[in-house]
């Protein structure tokens, strides 16, 4: 997730990592972010004595591996706006007095291309340290700075362009720059049932395997505290242990297993597992010592809304609604978390650290009463009473 301050984000980002490099390597040396006729006509008044890099954000670009992908968080039959994935062209060039008889531009532009080589992505904690007015730090995907190759006659008819004469320079991008639409999308309320335990169809191998396998995590949502089943073949060769672990919250978590009386194997999820997308292996082990591990399915822990259900909320003068969401269990800084109020999803307000109340501001809300879910990195807390097939009818917002 990221704004349309992320190109500025993007630009302090490199000036701040580059400008520690280039300082073991050319003491008192500068990195600027300016047009390079400005740095050339900076240099001649005395600036920049001791070497300037420049960083000249040239021309952006669209990223067309990205550009129709869904936005993060989103499921099947929910429709949202692409977010805008842009590919930064930048062009360092060293700079030094001119009529200098120095190897300073050679010395500027091999630091920063060894400083970028060693660390082509910039870092969550690069981005929110040196462009704390951003929030490109909580985008899940990575920004990558790597060398762009340019021809003689590219980089020519570029410098012709500038209206300057040619400097020692490299060129270099930056992708993949998501920044979030504003425009609101739908999320429609789930099916209340897909086939008869509600996970759909499941294909089943049918010939014994020498290794433990791992077919399914059941319910593929549950709740932390709550138990899982796990389904397959191989457990008996050994101790089985279930090991958890997160794409943010890290891991692994280690549970004991137990098996019931279907055969199957159960664990009890902790009531401090964060909500999101997990994966479970079972690992075996044998009584001489040997590990066996099977792949990994995915599960859900789904959040919980706290608060006394239904909510009662006011609209504001100019139609807007606050709505203050107690959860269990927290939410951690990165993790996007939304309220679905009937299918309107809202982004909840900024947070900067562990969190179990989340606050969401909807614009132009309408009185009525409403289906309420919380979803938390495209896991949506219960809003199906499973053993009435119906919609949990307390699970809503009421809005005057």
């Not at 240099?43 to 420049?54: K, P, R």
């Not at 670009?61 to 990205?66: K, L, M, R």
């Not at 990558?144 to 006659?153: C, E, H, N, R, W």
């Not at 982004?347 to 179990?356: K, S």
């Amino acid at each position: 997730m990221s704004d349309a301050l992320a190109i500025a984000a993007v630009t302090e980002t490199l000036r701040a990592v580059l400008h520690g490099d280039l300082q073991r390597t050319v003491p008192g040396a500068e990195v600027t972010v300016r047009h390079p006729g400005d740095v050339a006509a900076a240099i001649a008044e005395g600036d920049g004595t001791n070497g300037v890099l420049n960083l000249f954000l040239h021309q952006t670009g669209i990223d067309p591996a990205w550009r129709n992908a869904d936005p993060d968080g989103s499921r099947p039959g929910e429709s949202r706006h692409p977010a805008l994935p842009l590919v930064l062209h930048y062009l360092f060039t060293a700079h030094v007095p001119a009529g200098e008889d120095s190897t300073v531009p050679e010395r500027l532009l091999g630091a920063a291309m060894a400083a970028l080589h060693e660390r082509p992505r910039l870092r969550a904690d690069d981005l929110k340290g040196a462009a704390g007015f951003s929030d490109l730090h909580l985008q899940h995907e990575p920004v990558k700075v790597t060398p762009a190759m340019m021809t003689a006659d590219e980089m020519r008819l570029l410098w012709a362009a500038l209206g300057h004469s040619y400097r020692l320079s490299v060129a270099y991008e930056a992708r993949v720059v998501l920044i979030d639409s504003a425009t609101p999308g739908r999320a429609p309320l789930p099916v209340l049932r897909r086939g008869a335990a509600g996970t759909g169809p499941e294909a089943m191998p049918m010939a014994a395997a020498h290794w433990p396998v791992l077919l399914a995590v059941v319910p593929s949502t549950a709740a932390s505290g709550s138990d899982i089943r796990l389904s397959g073949s191989g457990f008996q060769a050994g101790t089985p242990t279930v090991r958890l672990t997160h794409p943010l919250l890290g891991g692994p978590i280690v549970l004991p297993a137990r098996a019931d009386e279907a055969g199957l194997l159960r664990a009890t999820l902790g009531e401090e597992l964060g909500a999101g997308r997990w994966s479970a292996v079972v690992v075996v082990t044998a009584p001489d010592g040997s590990v066996r591990t099977t792949e990994p399915r995915r599960f859900h822990i789904a959040p919980r809304i706290t608060n006394s259900l239904p909510m009662n909320a006011e609209r504001a003068k100019k139609g807007t609604v606050a709505l203050v969401v107690e959860c269990a269990p927290a939410v951690h800084p990165g993790q996007r978390a939304e309220l679905l109020v009937a299918d309107r999803p809202v982004l909840a307000e900024p947070f900067t650290r562990e969190t179990r109340t989340l606050r969401f501001r909807m614009a132009a809300g309408a009185p009525g009463r409403y289906p309420l879910r919380l979803r938390v990195d495209g896991v949506d807390s219960p809003l199906i009473d499973v053993e009435a097939g119906r919609f949990d009818a307390d699970a809503a917002v009421v809005i005057t």
